[in-house]
């Protein structure tokens, strides 16, 4: 069964620390795999996509990586912000599908 | 062109009652998608259009519920005689073929079915 799971499900930091977010797939055969960002209320923002043959991928301070090998990727986020608090979702298109599968997010609340 | 934009934003309604989401996706964009997200949960897909023509509709909740692309443009999704389970976000992307997964969302249209 093709799944996304991400752990941990919640996390609280405080501002200026970094953080590693997970996520486990078992999407098969992968195509591609995105990191998206969603504020409360709001739609989910693209923050990273990923290849088979990328290992790492960094956008400010957010940094992806993927092995492909184990089906793992994990998010980066380096000196949080406030404005990092949200719902990071981590998404996997399998080959030969348009419908991607989500995982459930990691809700990070940073504190001053 | 600002993105993909949704209408209304937030929808309350009362049980029984129909009710129609609007979206507009980026102009060049030519893959159309709807999604249902509940609240701790991520977006679950429920159709998918390429141009005007509806390639995916089985993940419809119900045949309660339905989408049109009359022009290859906007998209409207429709609930008819809601229910409290309806509640929920109700999410738009768009994406252009050969982009891969180059999925942009709307921010949504918030359903509360009382």
């Known amino acids: 069964k093709n799944q996304v799971e991400q752990s941990p499900q919640s996390l609280i930091i405080l501002e200026g620390k970094n953080c590693t977010l997970q996520?486990?797939?078992?999407?098969?055969?992968?195509?591609?795999l995105r990191w998206y960002k969603q504020d409360t209320g709001r739609g989910p923002v693209s923050l990273t996509i990923?290849?088979?043959?990328?290992n790492t991928k960094s956008n400010g301070r957010y940094t992806a990586t993927l092995d492909a090998d184990t089906k793992q990727s994990s998010l980066h986020i380096t000196a949080s912000q406030l404005s990092d608090s949200a719902s990071y979702i981590c998404?996997?298109?399998?080959?030969?599908?348009?419908?991607?599968?989500f995982g459930r997010g990691t809700s990070l609340i940073v504190h001053p | 062109d600002t993105g993909v934009s949704q209408d209304p934003r937030h929808k309350i309604t009362k049980r029984g009652q129909n009710v129609t989401f609007r979206c507009d996706p980026i102009?060049?964009?030519?893959?159309l998608y709807w999604y249902r997200q509940t609240l701790g949960q991520g977006p679950e897909f429920l159709t998918y259009?390429?141009?005007?023509?509806?390639?995916?509709k089985s993940r419809l909740l119900s045949d309660r519920f339905s989408a049109e692309r009359p022009k290859g443009s906007f998209s409207t999704l429709e609930i008819q005689r809601t229910e409290q389970g309806d509640s929920a976000m109700y999410l738009c992307?768009?994406?252009?073929?050969?982009?891969?997964?180059?999925?942009?969302f709307g921010s949504g249209t918030r359903l509360t079915v009382v």
């Open positions: 102009s060049e964009h030519n893959r």
């Open positions: 998404v996997v298109k399998r080959g030969g599908s348009y419908i991607p599968t």
């Open positions: 996520c486990n797939y078992t999407v098969s055969p992968f195509s591609n």
């Open positions: 990923m290849t088979f043959s990328e």
């Open positions: 259009f390429q141009n005007e023509a509806q390639l995916e």
């Open positions: 992307a768009s994406s252009y073929r050969g982009q891969g997964i180059g999925y942009t």
